[in-house]
């Protein structure tokens, strides 16, 4: 099923490392949702390297995500940037001020609050690379979370480690009793003297302290439902590192995640980076152009790429 009518979705576009497509992939799905008239709102929540903009061929904006988070007074709607595109605005994210990398408590709630009351259909957030736990926040707060993973070892490794440091996040903020948490943190390290290795022994042993906390850790798990696009694909074999991703991922973290497909390597999409045209803005009838409504398609029904 899409989405119910009159509800506003949130996605959140993130990956273990830097350089991977992030800002590429959210751009255009933006372009696509917009193309098929969804008000839908671009935010650059990677604070403290923002490049958005670039990608979409903005110029840098006069008032930007910085503004708001720093001053109580601005509101969210007056740093959402209309642009070209009918039903596609931007807000742009920080620019030159140190410290907003690390905003405070009361500082992101209010940011979270502000991006959930957006009058639009969709709402895009860009995140930035790593683990901290800003960016699994952002992640966290959206309604769906894409990965975007190079076929490569290490792109797919910081994957694993972002989709299991996500869940851990989601799973210590569900309770304040402060033995849950602590197992929790525990079991974040690899090397923890419980034995603990995977999600699914972490609520085996928390059910074990806390059946009802188990039960609710249980819960969060089975809802828990990351999605991963596979970038800069060349092979037959690097289409399947998506299948056997979701493979990996349910034996080892009994987890679901939806693979919702590839962009192939492609020429274009560098030339449409260092020309700062998005390719589902002009190029309809592309590599690349296609992969993206694919994968456009697949998200917004639900739906994942079928084995090949």
């Not at 390297?49 to 007056?78: Q, Y």
């Not at 957006?118 to 800003?134: H, K, R, S």
């Not at 851990?168 to 903020?173: G, Q």
Request: hydrophobic letters at 40%.
């Amino acid at each position: 099923m899409g989405r119910i009518l009159g509800e506003k979705e949130i996605i959140a576009i993130g990956g273990g490392k830097g350089g991977v497509g992030k800002s590429f992939l959210a751009s255009n799905l933006g372009i696509l949702l917009a193309k098929s008239k969804k008000s839908t709102v671009l935010i650059d929540a990677d604070l403290g390297g923002a490049n958005l903009h670039t990608c979409l061929g903005v110029n840098p904006p006069d008032i930007t995500l910085s503004d708001f988070v720093n001053n109580s007074h601005i509101r969210i709607e007056d740093v959402v940037l209309r642009t070209s595109l009918e039903n596609l605005s931007l807000i742009s994210g920080a620019h030159d001020i140190l410290g907003i990398a690390n905003p405070k408590y009361s500082q992101k709630l209010r940011l979270f609050k502000a991006i959930e009351s957006l009058d639009v259909e969709y709402v895009i957030l860009d995140l930035g690379a790593g683990t901290n736990n800003n960016t699994l926040d952002f992640f966290l707060l959206a309604d769906k979370g894409v990965l975007v993973v190079l076929p490569e070892p290490t792109s797919i490794e910081n994957a694993y480690r972002f989709i299991k440091s996500s869940l851990y996040r989601k799973l210590k903020l569900l309770t304040n009793e402060p033995h849950v948490r602590m197992v929790i943190e525990k079991a974040m390290d690899r090397k923890n003297n419980l034995g603990i290795r995977s999600p699914v022994e972490l609520v085996e042993h928390i059910s074990r302290l806390d059946s009802r906390v188990g039960n609710q850790l249980e819960e969060a798990m089975s809802s828990f439902r990351p999605r991963i696009v596979l970038n800069q694909v060349r092979s037959l074999s690097d289409i399947r590192m998506g299948y056997s991703m979701q493979n990996a991922c349910e034996k080892f973290f009994g987890l679901r995640v939806d693979f919702l497909g590839y962009l192939e390597s492609d020429d274009q999409v560098w030339q449409s980076i260092r020309k700062r045209q998005p390719i589902t803005l002009n190029g309809e009838h592309g590599k690349s152009a296609r992969n993206l409504r694919t994968i456009n398609y697949n998200l917004m029904n639900n739906l994942q790429m079928k084995p090949e």
